[in-house]
């Protein structure tokens, strides 16, 4: 009883309501979700989604949706995606992803992966990369592993270890390719890109790529893009390219871009992309932002915030592009442990509009009608 009178006296949090007004209901695009990682271990990961059809941002409203699960969505929001009619939420170090109906956020399951990343999809079925072993940094910590999920079910069908502490995937052709980072065994990071055959879910190849790898982008020219945040000291961030040799299933290096990468969104034949990028020589972040042309591999514009306004974020954290208009979303982690902002630009960088969001504002995704 006295369990039960705890519960039922616990505080669901209101979702607040901010008017955008960037309205547009004749768009593909309904709206976007917008996942807040919250700082470790306080327990603050929460979702927001701006809707296109009433010009409203919906700030927190995981709780209301869903007053009777404890906890709510857990400790660090580490990406978000939408398959078919569910919306996945990889919460890291609460060990799960959270399964939504992606319309009304009801939360429809959870599946318990230990120390989970990021998650992609292919042939009906979810992939959910994981460091597998706890939380700390251990010169022993394990291979990580990428684990299947059945859509329908939601149970874990299959497992294949990788490298240590991968990151990142992409899906080409069957094959999928894993960003291994060895991040807890610094300074003995992990420099390879896990290639798994699908069919057979087993690792066949890996290959050589820079140390602390992160993320793994494709082009639609199936090149892959991939990023190294370097040792932070005397190993720069650097951007490399990948494509498959001739009459061969077998990806190989083709490219080294000497910028440093954070994060990066692709849009047509654009990268759009900053860096966030820290020192352990100077203790300060030096941070950019740039646009690459995915044919040539140049740099063509050091800077697709145009008018200015880029001097008012603090901390780049996320990007996105609207699939349809080409805006461009850009999170600010401000400080990691109060509200953050989001930012949209229009196609030629001048800021449309901004809004409050939960702490470290990070992954986007966008619900279509």
């Given at each position: 009883?006295a369990?039960?009178s705890?519960?039922e006296?616990?505080?669901v949090?209101?979702?607040e309501?901010?008017?955008?007004g960037d309205?547009?209901?004749?768009?593909?695009v309904?709206g976007f979700?917008?996942?807040?990682?919250?700082?470790?271990?306080?327990?603050k990961?929460?979702?927001?989604f701006?809707?296109?059809?009433t010009g409203?941002?919906?700030?927190?409203f995981?709780?209301?949706?869903?007053?009777?699960?404890?906890k709510?969505?857990?400790?660090?929001g580490?990406d978000?995606?939408?398959?078919?009619?569910k919306?996945?939420v990889?919460?890291?170090?609460?060990?799960k992803?959270e399964?939504?109906?992606?319309?009304?956020?009801?939360?429809l399951?959870?599946?318990?992966?230990?120390?989970?990343?990021?998650v992609?999809f292919?042939r009906?079925?979810a992939?959910?990369?994981a460091y597998?072993?706890?939380?700390?940094i251990?010169?022993?910590?394990?291979?990580?592993?990428?684990?299947?999920?059945?859509?329908?079910s939601?149970?874990?069908t299959?497992?294949?270890?990788?490298?240590?502490?991968?990151e990142?995937?992409e899906?080409?052709?069957d094959?999928?390719?894993v960003?291994?980072?060895g991040?807890?065994?610094?300074?003995?990071?992990?420099?390879?890109?896990?290639v798994?055959?699908?069919?057979?879910?087993?690792q066949?190849?890996?290959i050589?790529?820079?140390?602390?790898?992160?993320r793994?982008?494709?082009?639609r020219y199936?090149?892959l893009?991939?990023?190294s945040?370097?040792?932070y000291?005397?190993?720069?961030?650097?951007l490399?390219?990948?494509?498959?040799?001739?009459g061969?299933?077998?990806?190989?290096?083709?490219d080294?871009?000497?910028v440093?990468?954070s994060?990066?969104?692709?849009?047509?034949?654009s990268?759009?992309?900053?860096?966030?990028?820290?020192?352990n020589?100077?203790?300060?972040n030096?941070?950019?932002?740039?646009?690459?042309?995915?044919?040539?591999?140049?740099?063509?514009?050091?800077?697709f915030?145009t008018?200015?306004?880029?001097q008012?974020?603090?901390?780049?954290y996320g990007?996105?592009?609207?699939?349809i208009t080409g805006?461009?979303f850009?999170?600010d982690?401000?400080?990691?442990?109060s509200?953050?902002?989001?930012?949209c630009?229009?196609?030629?960088?001048?800021?449309?509009?901004?809004?409050r969001?939960?702490d470290?504002?990070?992954?986007?995704?966008?619900?279509t009608?």
């Amino acid at each position: 009883m006295a369990i039960t009178s705890c519960r039922e006296d616990e505080l669901v949090v209101p979702t607040e309501f901010d008017i955008v007004g960037d309205e547009d209901v004749t768009s593909p695009v309904r709206g976007f979700y917008l996942l807040n990682e919250g700082n470790m271990g306080s327990n603050k990961c929460t979702l927001d989604f701006y809707d296109y059809h009433t010009g409203l941002y919906a700030r927190n409203f995981y709780s209301e949706r869903n007053p009777s699960v404890i906890k709510e969505l857990g400790d660090v929001g580490n990406d978000i995606a939408i398959y078919g009619s569910k919306l996945y939420v990889v919460v890291n170090c609460s060990h799960k992803v959270e399964v939504l109906d992606a319309r009304s956020g009801i939360r429809l399951g959870q599946v318990d992966i230990p120390n989970c990343r990021y998650v992609r999809f292919h042939r009906g079925k979810a992939y959910v990369s994981a460091y597998v072993g706890p939380v700390l940094i251990d010169p022993e910590a394990p291979r990580g592993a990428v684990f299947e999920i059945d859509t329908t079910s939601l149970a874990i069908t299959r497992k294949v270890t990788v490298g240590y502490q991968p990151e990142e995937m992409e899906i080409i052709d069957d094959y999928m390719y894993v960003a291994n980072s060895g991040g807890y065994r610094a300074p003995n990071y992990d420099n390879t890109l896990s290639v798994i055959q699908m069919i057979d879910f087993k690792q066949v190849q890996q290959i050589p790529v820079d140390i602390n790898l992160h993320r793994v982008r494709q082009d639609r020219y199936k090149q892959l893009w991939v990023t190294s945040r370097g040792d932070y000291n005397s190993r720069p961030s650097r951007l490399f390219v990948l494509q498959k040799r001739a009459g061969s299933n077998q990806m190989e290096v083709v490219d080294t871009i000497p910028v440093p990468v954070s994060n990066m969104a692709i849009h047509g034949d654009s990268i759009y992309y900053f860096a966030t990028n820290w020192s352990n020589y100077t203790q300060k972040n030096s941070i950019s932002y740039g646009i690459i042309d995915v044919r040539t591999h140049k740099v063509v514009s050091d800077n697709f915030i145009t008018d200015g306004t880029d001097q008012d974020i603090t901390i780049p954290y996320g990007i996105a592009v609207h699939p349809i208009t080409g805006d461009i979303f850009v999170t600010d982690a401000k400080n990691y442990v109060s509200s953050g902002t989001l930012y949209c630009f229009s196609p030629d960088g001048r800021r449309k509009w901004s809004v409050r969001t939960g702490d470290i504002p990070a992954h986007i995704t966008f619900l279509t009608q």
